[in-house]
């Protein structure tokens, strides 16, 4: 097997999913034993070389002999691409290097509202990502539409309410936002809109809980009674989800409780249109 020698990763140490892609690469090989580092721990000798605003927002894979970077996706297809060739050739095709560009940036710059850390302010150097707002109302309306599609298709299958729309899951998912919103509209920009990305996150969060059962129901009948059950589970995971975020955030805990009473409301306006 090969291995990429006398380089090094520098990686987010807060963030899980970092963690799990740079520890795969070392304990496969692809790397070897010193092949990455928590960013935060840069000497001062890397410094001189070593972009630091954009390593923070594309991972970035150090040749310790030469003193050369590169950074983001050719980080990857290079560590990749040592082991196996073709993903690299694959990779550096234009049209398909252009997505996976696209994809890596919606990614990086969103992994804090998609994973949240508590960071440690201990630590002199913080791999922060850059704040985007395209990438960050990206993610908000990809998320929204997931969540609008699994609610639609789960809906159909409680027949104790109204059959749902496709528009009418989406008012929904977006008055959430709205709903949400009126109570710290007097915060910044880049607050608010880390506080509608964790929010998206945690409804995402819960359509993918419920995309077993819509599966499993496919197959087999589940009882109305047992995907009830289900759905209420899921509810709870969210607000517990919620309210770690909201922590975190250090936005106020009465959050929580209003993100859940939007909830209640619909549910009543929905059984009174009924």
């Excluded at 690469?25 to 605003?53: A, C, H, V, W």
């Excluded at 095709?93 to 509202?113: E, G």
């Excluded at 995309?211 to 995907?227: A, E, G, W, Y």
């Excluded at 929580?256 to 009174?272: H, M, N, S």
């Amino acid at each position: 097997m090969k291995t990429l020698e006398h380089h090094t990763l520098l990686y987010d140490e807060n963030c899980p999913l970092c963690q799990v892609y740079t520890s795969g690469f070392i304990k496969t090989g692809m790397l070897d034993q010193n092949g990455r580092q928590p960013y935060s721990s840069l000497s001062n000798d890397n410094l001189d070389f070593i972009d630091l605003e954009r390593a923070s927002n594309e991972i970035a894979l150090v040749d310790n002999k030469n003193k050369t970077v590169i950074y983001g996706i050719d980080s990857l297809l290079k560590v990749l691409g040592y082991r196996f060739p073709i993903i690299e050739n694959i990779g550096q095709l234009k049209p398909v290097k252009v997505v996976l560009k696209k994809l890596y940036s919606f990614i990086s710059y969103n992994r804090k509202v998609i994973i949240p850390s508590e960071g440690n302010t201990t630590k002199k150097l913080q791999c922060i990502p850059s704040f985007n707002v395209k990438y960050r109302l990206l993610y908000i309306l990809f998320a929204a539409i997931v969540t609008m599609f699994t609610l639609f298709h789960f809906s159909k299958n409680i027949t104790q309410l109204p059959h749902g729309t496709l528009l009418r899951e989406g008012i929904i998912t977006i008055g959430q936002l709205l709903f949400q919103g009126v109570l710290i509209y007097k915060l910044d920009t880049k607050t608010i809109l880390n506080y509608f990305g964790n929010v998206m996150t945690i409804s995402l969060m819960g359509s993918l809980l419920l995309v077993p059962l819509l599966i499993i129901n496919s197959s087999f009948q589940i009882s109305k009674t047992t995907l009830l059950i289900g759905f209420g589970i899921t509810i709870i995971i969210m607000f517990l989800e919620h309210k770690r975020r909201v922590k975190l955030l250090k936005l106020p805990s009465y959050l929580t409780y209003t993100w859940v009473l939007y909830r209640v409301l619909i549910l009543l306006t929905i059984l009174i249109l009924k």
